[in-house]
């Protein structure tokens, strides 16, 4: 739910997090990334759609380090 009190993100700041994501090597990255964006821009709800693709892209990490793991 949206909050029209809650801080903007800008698109200089979306992208930024975007190349953040495209350049983590490790689900703990993206964990930190999700948290930064949640405790500067909650409520913004252009923020809360990154978190869920952020949540994604975290658990896909980390299938794949799994996968690397049991090889």
Do not use: K
């Not at 953040?20 to 923020?47: K, N």
């Not at 949540?55 to 794949?64: G, N, P, S, V």
């Amino acid at each position: 739910m949206s909050d029209d009190r809650a801080p903007r993100m800008s698109n200089e700041e979306y992208y930024r997090c975007l190349e953040r994501a495209t350049e983590a090597r490790r689900p703990e990255e993206i964990h930190a990334l999700r948290s930064e964006v949640v405790r500067r821009w909650r409520g913004d709800p252009r923020a809360d759609d990154l978190t869920e693709a952020l949540y994604a892209h975290q658990e896909r990490l980390a299938e794949r380090q799994n996968g690397d793991r049991m090889r």
